[in-house]
């Protein structure tokens, strides 16, 4: 696929005059933390956010606090960090630097434990990861027709495709939007689960048109409508549509998922375990979530958010991104990490006897990475 056939909404393409608004949610960039105990072990955490400013972050104002503690005491941890920084933290860049440390630390508790990440969460709840294809990004008929088909032939029950047209089109656009979707789901029949994601690209108005022009369809869900922190819109939106919405890719820690609870504003929570802060925020999220009925799925594919899953009776699917090119940024981890589960039939396994999280750093791609490295 040509980039520039990959085209979708963002929250920049709301907004008139702009060229390329795609630009600053393509990200070539990735961080990796490890953190090494006084007895050998090391774990491995990594953020995608920002990591230029996440690194600073690490270095400056979180590795200090980690010297001459216990890893072991994740949850004690996690505090000190988010308390230190909460003057100027709380979301953002600062949590998905907390969030590395902390995935880091529950990899080294796994390999201290001799157990897998997911078996220290909770334990495995289901046999396997059903997951969704989450590469439509074309919005070339012919080229989405092919995928779709192509992804189906696969074993995947389930994928997801963006919105080809910002609401700057107008009812043009939104009209070509509709006219993706309905391809797709005249391609794959009714027995798949089709969802539509608009990455924060739409405002209330085209968002409630949008939805009464997909009722047909019958999405699985509707992703990042809005910006994410138009909470009340969200909720006024979910009251008027019986397709699910989903968010919270950009959303951080428990007060924030709280907070879309008490509104009743999704039906889908989608954090990402390496910006929601870590696997101890993830774990009370997907507790609160399954009391409400409000399921998980997470952003990305990559095997932090693949132990959430495997241990929590809220998360039913997991989001895969194949191995491929470096097209967007979403496809970097595979050339990061050794260990990645690798999807079968649209389905995702676990080792229940490998520790940690199971990945070691990759040595095949390092020529065509432009490496820093930084140490305390």
């Avoid at 009209?175 to 979707?181: A, I």
């Avoid at 997991?318 to 039939?345: K, L, S």
Wanted: proline share 4%.
């Amino acid at each position: 696929m040509k980039t520039s056939d990959t085209i979708f909404a963002t929250p920049l393409s709301a907004l008139p005059f702009q060229s390329d608004a795609q630009a600053p949610f393509r990200f070539f960039s990735w961080l990796v933390v490890e953190v090494e105990t006084d007895g050998g072990h090391v774990g491995y955490g990594n953020a995608g956010l920002c990591p230029d400013v996440t690194q600073q972050i690490v270095d400056t104002k979180l590795a200090s606090l980690l010297l001459g503690e216990n890893p072991l005491n994740t949850e004690y941890l996690f505090e000190k960090m988010y308390r230190s920084t909460v003057a100027y933290g709380r979301k953002g860049a600062v949590l998905a630097a907390i969030s590395a440390i902390d995935i880091a630390l529950w990899d080294i508790k796994g390999l201290v434990m001799n157990q897998p990440v997911f078996v220290l969460l909770g334990g495995r709840t289901k046999p396997c990861i059903p997951t969704y294809y989450s590469r439509l990004y074309t919005r070339d008929l012919d080229s989405l027709q092919q995928e779709a088909a192509q992804f189906k032939k696969e074993g995947f029950t389930g994928m997801k495709m963006r919105c080809g047209y910002p609401m700057t089109e107008g009812m043009k656009g939104l009209k070509k939007n509709v006219e993706m979707v309905r391809v797709v789901r005249e391609t794959v029949g009714d027995d798949v689960d089709i969802m539509l994601e608009a990455y924060m690209g739409f405002n209330f108005s085209y968002a409630r048109q949008l939805l009464k022009a997909m009722e047909p369809y019958n999405l699985r869900w509707a992703e990042e409508l809005l910006l994410p922190d138009e909470i009340h819109n969200f909720a006024r939106l979910k009251q008027g549509t019986s397709i699910p919405l989903s968010g919270g890719e950009h959303e951080y820690t428990r007060y924030g998922f709280h907070d879309l609870l008490q509104a009743k504003a999704l039906d889908i929570f989608q954090f990402d375990t390496n910006r929601v802060g870590g696997f101890t925020e993830a774990q009370k999220i997907c507790n609160m979530a399954l009391v409400h009925g409000v399921e998980v799925i997470p952003h990305g594919g990559q095997m932090h958010n693949l132990h959430v899953v495997m241990s929590s009776f809220a998360c039913p699917m997991a989001e895969y991104f194949p191995q491929t090119e470096i097209e967007v940024g979403n496809e970097m981890f595979w050339y990061i990490f050794n260990g990645e589960a690798i999807a079968v039939e649209g389905q995702l396994q676990l080792d229940d006897k490998l520790p940690g999280m199971g990945l070691t750093l990759k040595q095949d791609y390092l020529d065509q990475f432009n490496i820093v490295t930084h140490e305390h």
